[in-house]
């Protein structure tokens, strides 16, 4: 069973920065893209950024361009969401994703193969 674990959540200030990795144990790392999504209380579960099998494009929602980056260094399996100028609006529950191909990240699905449980991230005025 494919298993993703979030880390790097919790309580900064507006403005400052956190890092979330995501570690998945999945044997063919490289073969799938990676995702990253939120979900604020009440609203629905929104995409936010995705990268490739091998890391060379990107997709960002636009509410994030300009203030997050996605990584990944396969080479020790793990996926990253550099996350600066941080608003209170960020505050959510944030997921990591794994699926296949790369067109689910183009079209922002909502529906990838594997999702980790999630990690809190609170952004405070």
């Known amino acids: 069973q494919v298993q993703l674990v979030e880390s790097g959540g919790g309580l900064v200030q507006a403005g400052g920065s956190l890092r979330l990795s995501c570690a998945p144990s999945i044997r063919t790392f490289t073969n799938y893209a990676m995702g990253w999504f939120r979900q604020a209380p009440g609203k629905v579960r929104e995409f936010i950024a995705g990268?490739?099998?091998?890391?060379?494009?990107?997709y960002y929602a636009d509410s994030v361009k300009g203030r997050f980056t996605i990584s990944r260094d396969n080479a020790k399996n793990t996926v990253f969401l550099q996350m600066n100028s941080l608003k209170p609006e960020d505050t959510a529950v944030y997921y990591c994703a794994a699926d296949r191909g790369f067109r689910w990240i183009v079209q922002q699905s909502t529906t990838p193969a594997y999702w980790g449980q999630g990690t809190q991230v609170t952004v405070s005025s």
């Open positions: 990268i490739n099998y091998s890391g060379d494009n990107t």
